[in-house]
């Protein structure tokens, strides 16, 4: 990019062209890891989730399916409520960590859903 910068040198004003070249923040933030507190679990549970990311010059936000998460260091926390209407199989968590030049990282985490077993008794 160039730019006409006026300056005053030595109480003489000079209109002068500087060329200044930017280098922006290219490097995603680093998922190191995602931790549920249940990877087995039922409907209309409520999952605690961890993330630990670092990033070269900072993570600012990472959410856990759009979910924000609350920063306390390198660790992120929050809380998934998981539909009262999900049937049993498996699911994913997308987990995205993002940086202040807006570089981000995803990873999913996977936990299953189950039939509570007071339901299997009555089966």
Do not use: C, R
């Not at 759009?66 to 049993?88: C, M, R």
């Not at 807006?102 to 009555?122: D, G, K, M, R």
């Amino acid at each position: 990019m160039i730019y006409n910068i006026p300056a005053n040198i030595n109480q003489t004003w000079v209109n002068d062209t500087a060329t200044i070249l930017f280098t922006g923040d290219t490097i995603p933030p680093t998922i190191e890891s995602v931790t549920l507190d249940a990877y087995t679990t039922i409907a209309n549970a409520t999952i605690h989730v961890t993330v630990n990311a670092t990033d070269n010059a900072g993570v600012i936000s990472i959410t856990a399916d759009g979910s924000t998460l609350i920063e306390g260091g390198n660790n992120w926390t929050g809380e998934l409520k998981v539909p009262s209407t999900a049937t049993p199989g498996v699911y994913s968590v997308m987990i995205q960590a993002s940086d202040a030049a807006l570089n981000t990282a995803e990873s999913t985490v996977a936990y299953t859903i189950v039939v509570p077993q007071a339901e299997w008794a009555s089966i």
